[in-house]
């Protein structure tokens, strides 16, 4: 018809519709819960792949078994994923009311910890208490959700009553509550979950919308804490004199460190193979916690680490869009909280073992072995999927999904109704 306006037809294929295509599909109501659930579930069965293949030689040698601590480490996965499913259908109000009793158990099991004849030492570090046989508890874990959980609660409540104009009301109690777990911490020996408390804590005021200058102060003294954790130990002197000066004390202090180096410079791109690796025949101490990073990089190579890199990028990139989409100011300040421990710990984790960061001994969270950390991990990812399933149009979007595969199968045995 002439004089009509006729609109220009979007291109259906070529790079334009291609971009326009997968932008929709990150901009959809359950992309943050799919990303948080797809990338932990993935990093979960390569963490297993891992423990299996790191610990396998020296399993074997001590306890005849190759399987001895992949068994365990299933047994840590049975426990999280059923708690992983619960808290993804908690509602904000339940973690809100956990938050205050279990910041005070966290307080008390780290004092229990730290107790004679109750807790556990080991490598001189006073952090564990013992149940019995293998069963242990590091409680410097789920203080770090406790932290997060109190931490967001406390901001939420000063928010609603327009409190946080004022610095005081930004640092008390957070500060002193913050406080007392990293002193327990620091008297565990335990930088590196110091070095974390403090990241979710200086996350939290970020938020918020710390000023500036409140901010820089909470760095100094942060950086003055982590310096007395430094000097106070011999062992951690030596840690940072030798990452300072990484070609001297090849056989000591830098030992760990330059073997994990090894192993990631043999695996080249392709890697050797997996279970092909050759750092765990007892050249490489703790392959499967502090150092699996350099396992993965030996066996895997490049392409291996890249694709660990990437899935700690893409749940990092989940949990902020849940912190910016959702309305509540809990969630968004425990959605914050959580990342930040979650991205920082993997930061330091693996920057140490490349060699960019000093050797702290903290995991690789849901790839090291050990279930003092990957269960209260699991739980704080299922609260981000919980936290995903109330964006905007989310909840529309899962009534419109109908049942999930679980729940067909049990309706199909007669067990649920659909």
């Known amino acids: 018809m002439s004089g009509a306006y006729v609109d220009e037809e979007e291109p259906r294929s070529g790079p334009r519709a291609w971009a326009s295509g997968v932008a929709g599909l ?225 056989m000591t202090t830098n030992y760990q460190g330059l073997q994990g180096l090894y192993a990631i410079a043999s695996g080249g791109v392709l890697g050797t193979g997996l279970g092909e690796g050759r750092a765990k025949w007892n050249y490489l101490p703790h392959p499967e916690t502090d150092f699996i990073f350099a396992i993965i990089g030996e066996e895997l190579g490049l392409i291996g680490t890249l694709v660990v890199l990437g899935l700690f990028g893409v749940l990092a990139y989940a949990g902020l869009r849940i912190a910016r989409r959702v309305k509540d100011p809990f969630m968004r300040l425990a959605a914050s909280g959580a990342t930040a421990w979650l991205i920082g710990q993997a930061i330091i984790n693996i920057g140490a073992v490349i060699g960019v960061l000093p050797i702290t001994g903290i995991p690789l969270p849901l790839v090291s072995y050990g279930g003092s950390a990957l269960i209260p991990t699991l739980f704080v990812l299922g609260m981000l999927l919980s936290f995903a399933k109330r964006e905007p149009g989310a909840r529309q979007a899962l009534a419109a999904r109908g049942p999930g595969p679980a729940l067909m199968a049990l309706s199909w045995l007669g067990l649920a109704k659909r």
């Open 26 to 250: 990150f901009d959809r109501p359950l992309t943050s819960y799919y990303l948080v659930l797809g990338s932990s579930l993935l990093l979960l069965a390569l963490g297993m792949v891992m423990v299996l293949s790191a610990s396998s030689i020296r399993q074997y040698q001590n306890t005849g078994s190759a399987f001895t601590l992949f068994e365990k480490q299933a047994l840590w996965v049975g426990i999280g994923l059923p708690l992983m499913w619960i808290a993804a259908r908690l509602p904000a109000k339940t973690f809100r009311t956990a938050a205050y009793p279990l910041m005070l158990l966290s307080a008390l099991a780290l004092i229990v910890a730290l107790t004679p004849g109750l807790g556990q030492s080991a490598n001189g570090a006073q952090r564990w208490i013992s149940f019995g046989g293998p069963f242990q508890l590091q409680p410097s874990e789920p203080a770090k959700l406790a932290l997060v959980l109190w931490g967001a609660d406390l901001l939420a409540r000063k928010e609603k009553l327009r409190q946080l104009t004022d610095w005081r009301q930004l640092l008390i109690p957070l500060l002193p509550g913050t406080g007392v777990l990293v002193l327990l911490i620091m008297m565990g020996s335990d930088l590196g979950t110091t070095i974390v408390l403090l990241i979710i804590f200086l996350a939290l005021l970020w938020v918020v919308g710390a000023p500036g200058r409140l901010f820089v102060g909470m760095a100094g003294v942060t950086s003055v804490l982590i310096s007395i954790l430094i000097l106070v130990e011999p062992y951690r002197l030596a840690r940072l004199t030798g990452f300072l000066d990484q070609s001297g004390n090849q």
